[in-house]
């Protein structure tokens, strides 16, 4: 059984006052990702099975792309 789970349904509840949408993601066997998106950054919120969290924020340098763009970043990360 998960032990501190009340964490993430913290979080989770947070997220819905703050009327902030997110996505749960399961990436890992110990852990869910929570994934927000808000203006200019992205935050993936580690909750561990053990009650640990993580969280990591990705800022947006505000560089816009145009459609011509994709296939080269497509393929600098493709396997």
């Known amino acids: 059984m998960i032990q501190n789970h009340h964490r993430l ?8 006052k703050a009327k902030i949408s997110f996505t749960l993601l399961r990436n890992r066997e110990d852990a869910v990702t929570i994934a927000v998106a ?12 053990d009650g640990n ?3 990591e924020v990705f800022r947006s340098d505000g560089q816009i792309f145009a459609y011509e763009d994709l296939p080269a970043m497509l393929s600098k990360f493709a396997d």
């Open 38 to 49: 808000v203006p200019g950054q992205l935050w993936e919120i580690d909750v561990f099975e």
């Open 53 to 55: 969290v993580d969280v």
């Open 9 to 16: 349904y913290s979080i989770i509840s947070s997220l819905e």
